[in-house]
């Protein structure tokens, strides 16, 4: 089966890298575009210059689309044409004449080649979370509605973890996220072969659980720069606790951006002050 991106939403936390690398105002950087969390979010921080690359054109013109839908839209309006919230196929086509209006003539072939994907939600059409998806129904079942939606309101990651812990860690969590990203399930379904060249010593169910509770065991030497889920959302979170707030949208869609420079695979991203 053909996907028309490999990433919908990118798991990594801008904040880490924001505290990696010591960025500041007036910085340059050169990143990898993927879904486009980590450059908006780190223009959301600070007011640099990014420079994001991607093995993928596909993926570079989503990340254009978010930068266009949230320059045009309200934030809930963009977290609705984007994926991130339900809403009808009329109402994102609706949504969808007021961010074109920024599209150059690339990008208005392309989204017109590819417009069934705008109507159902540009992030959900996504190899990773399409396959995602599919284990929502019965996560949430084991989880309870009530209790996520408690995890994602609590206001820190001690009482987060300390309510996970309490009321959502289970055996059968554990084996569904084992079974979802068991390599020979995941592979090709989830995620691109290539994907997992570098991931032979990394229990990858083990890893997307410790995501899932938004405290990375790989990472606890930065773990200073963690937050609460609802500051730090990803994939996992989104497509199994869906919210009807802007609380828990990223960053980027609270900040102003002017139009983008695109070069082949390069896009460069300036935050407008």
Known sequence: MAYIFDFGI????????????DIKDGDKLLCISSAGEVPLNLLALHNIKIKAVDISVNQNHLVKLKLNAVRSLEPLEAAKFLGYLDTTSEHRNK???????FF????????????????KGPIRSARFEKYISKFNGIALMVIGKKNMLHLMELDSIEEQEEFFDNKINSFVLKNIFKIAFHPRLYKNRGIASEGLIYNKEKIISDFFFS????FDPEISSLKTCLLPIQHSPN??????AKSSTQKYLPRYFFIRYPSLKLQGNF????RLH
């Open 267 to 270: 896009t460069l991203f300036k």
């Open 10 to 21: 990118s798991q990594d936390d801008a904040l880490i890298e924001k505290q990696a690398l």
């Open 104 to 119: 150059n003539e690339e990008e208005k072939l392309f989204w017109n080649l590819n417009f069934t994907v705008i109507e």
């Open 235 to 240: 994939s996992t979170i989104i497509f199994i």
């Open 95 to 101: 949504l969808y004449n007021k961010v074109s209006e």
């Open 211 to 214: 995501k899932f509770k938004s």
